[in-house]
């Protein structure tokens, strides 16, 4: 490459790994939908009408982490009223409105069917009930990475931290490290990783939090952009830069493992097919 395009181009390269991150997101969103509808159509020709719910049973682990996180935090805000009032796993049934006393916490839904829910109640009119209704909503979003976290050590013997920093990647195993673990690690990580994202009733119930989350960060960085204590350098920008990147391989092992879920659930579809 021509010494000068070089230079040119390394001036845009933070920029480039904070869009990456953007779109890498969006890129395993549209794989993952995808493998939905191949595992959706193997459920479909193998048991029928019924098989068009394997998606639901396959990602089963997630679906009781998801569930468990807005039980956890729930149970965490004890002291300021929150009671839980029912859990329930596996029982596919027509979503409910959401409960007058309280808040419905529901995932992995379709459009008229949902697979696991958490009820609670919790006081009325208090601002510590806006933002437990908050804390409780994202928790899948926190317990699903953590878990990615953990599994991926369970596979390969190394944290993600490890991985990023300083493994070499003729070596994905730790030496020494049993290599089953990547017969079961994977398959779970796909389904954490599927019921990470909060659903629209969660999101409902954070609005208020997250809300004014983005308010407060948005004003103390005008604060402290006003008074010289945040400035937009290189060196942000850089620091910026090596935070995407971060985000970037965890998002890069993800699209992985989904292409490499679609291509066997395409093999299956086409002998099916054939």
Same mark, same amino acid.
């Given at each position: 490459?021509?010494?000068?395009?070089?230079?040119?181009?390394?001036?845009?390269?933070?920029?480039?790994?904070?869009?990456?991150?953007?779109?890498?997101?969006?890129?395993?969103?549209?794989?993952?939908?995808?493998?939905?509808?191949?595992?959706?159509?193997?459920?479909?020709?193998?048991?029928?009408?019924?098989?068009?719910?394997?998606?639901?049973?396959?990602?089963?682990?997630?679906?009781?982490?998801?569930?468990?996180?807005?039980?956890?935090?729930?149970?965490?805000?004890?002291?300021?009223?929150?009671? %839980?009032?029912?859990?329930?796993?596996?029982?596919?049934?027509?979503?409910?409105?959401?409960?007058?006393?309280?808040?419905?916490?529901?995932?992995?839904?379709?459009?008229?069917?949902?697979?696991?829910?958490?009820?609670?109640?919790?006081?009325?009119?208090? %601002?510590? +009930?806006?933002?437990?209704?908050?804390? +409780?909503?994202?928790?899948?979003?926190?317990?699903?990475?953590?878990?990615?976290?953990?599994?991926?050590?369970?596979?390969?013997?190394?944290?993600?931290?490890?991985?990023?920093?300083?493994?070499?990647?003729?070596?994905?195993?730790?030496?020494?490290?049993?290599?089953?673990?990547?017969?079961?690690?994977?398959?779970?990580?796909?389904?954490?990783?599927?019921?990470?994202?909060?659903?629209?009733?969660?999101?409902?119930?954070?609005?208020?939090?997250?809300?004014?989350?983005?308010?407060?960060?948005?004003?103390?960085?005008?604060?402290?952009?006003?008074?010289?204590?945040?400035?937009?350098?290189?060196?942000?920008?850089?620091?910026?830069?090596?935070?995407?990147?971060?985000?970037?391989?965890?998002?890069?092992?993800?699209?992985?493992?989904?292409?490499?879920?679609?291509?066997?659930?395409?093999?299956?579809?086409?002998?099916?097919?054939?």
């Amino acid at each position: 490459m021509d010494p000068a395009l070089r230079a040119q181009l390394e001036i845009y390269k933070p920029w480039f790994f904070i869009a990456a991150v953007f779109i890498l997101f969006i890129l395993l969103r549209a794989t993952r939908k995808l493998l939905r509808r191949r595992v959706d159509e193997i459920g479909y020709r193998i048991f029928g009408e019924r098989g068009l719910l394997m998606w639901f049973w396959l990602n089963a682990p997630g679906v009781v982490l998801h569930e468990l996180s807005h039980a956890f935090v729930v149970l965490l805000l004890y002291p300021f009223g929150f009671r %839980i009032s029912s859990i329930t796993l596996f029982r596919i049934k027509p979503k409910p409105q959401p409960a007058t006393g309280g808040r419905l916490m529901r995932s992995n839904a379709r459009p008229s069917l949902q697979l696991g829910e958490v009820q609670y109640l919790r006081p009325q009119g208090k %601002i510590t +009930s806006y933002i437990g209704d908050g804390l +409780s909503a994202v928790a899948p979003l926190f317990g699903g990475i953590l878990a990615f976290f953990f599994l991926y050590w369970v596979a390969t013997g190394y944290t993600l931290w490890d991985a990023w920093q300083t493994i070499n990647y003729e070596h994905i195993l730790r030496p020494g490290w049993p290599w089953w673990t990547l017969t079961f690690a994977p398959y779970l990580v796909l389904t954490v990783t599927s019921e990470l994202w909060p659903s629209h009733q969660d999101w409902r119930g954070a609005r208020w939090l997250v809300g004014g989350l983005l308010i407060l960060g948005a004003l103390l960085c005008i604060i402290l952009w006003i008074t010289g204590a945040l400035v937009f350098d290189n060196a942000l920008l850089q620091s910026a830069s090596s935070f995407s990147t971060a985000i970037n391989f965890a998002l890069l092992l993800l699209l992985g493992l989904d292409l490499a879920f679609l291509l066997v659930t395409e093999l299956i579809v086409r002998v099916m097919r054939g």
